[in-house]
Structure formats: structure tokens, C-alpha cells
């Protein structure tokens, strides 16, 4: 069997042999993502960014929107 990265269990039972083999493994190092993830999106962090993120993302579209509509209605 190949050995499965992070944590988890991993239990090898061979027909053959008369013992079974477990295994458990624990990640304790977490990536960069994982590390960026846990402190931007969860907590009260999180829902700040949210917060941030949907106001940001409700200008924009106001801004695109008003420009656009400025030029398709502008009088010629």
C-alpha cells in the first residue's frame, strides 16, 4: 500500500500473515495555504474579511455599472 500523506489511519491486513498492521500518522506542520486559510477565513477575522470582501465586491459592481450606463445613455 502507498503511504497516504497528512494525518490519518492507515490499516495494512495481509492474508498471509498472521499479524495486522496499523499505522497512525499526524500532521503537525501545516502549509502556507493552510496557515493563510486558518487565519484569514475563520474567527472573527473571517467574518470581517467577508464583510470586506462583499462591500468591496458591491462598489465595483456600482462603479462598472454607472460607467457603463453613462455611456450607453449619454446623449449625442
Excluded at 503511504?3 to 499526524?26: F, H, I, K, L, M
Excluded at 474567527?43 to 462603479?63: C, E, Q, S, T, Y
Excluded at 460607467?67 to 445613455?73: D, E, K, L, Q, S
Aim: overall charge positive; glycine content about 10%.
Amino acid at each position: 500500500m502507498q503511504p497516504q500523506e497528512g494525518a490519518g489511519v492507515q490499516y495494512s491486513r495481509w492474508n498471509n500473515s498472521t499479524q495486522d498492521e496499523v499505522s497512525v500518522t499526524t500532521a503537525t506542520e501545516l502549509t502556507a495555504w493552510n496557515r493563510l486559510y486558518a487565519t484569514l477565513c475563520t474567527g472573527r477575522v473571517g467574518i470581517a474579511v467577508k464583510v470586506l470582501g462583499g462591500l468591496l465586491a458591491f462598489w465595483i459592481i456600482f462603479i462598472i455599472g454607472y460607467v457603463t450606463g453613462y455611456y450607453i445613455h449619454k446623449c449625442k
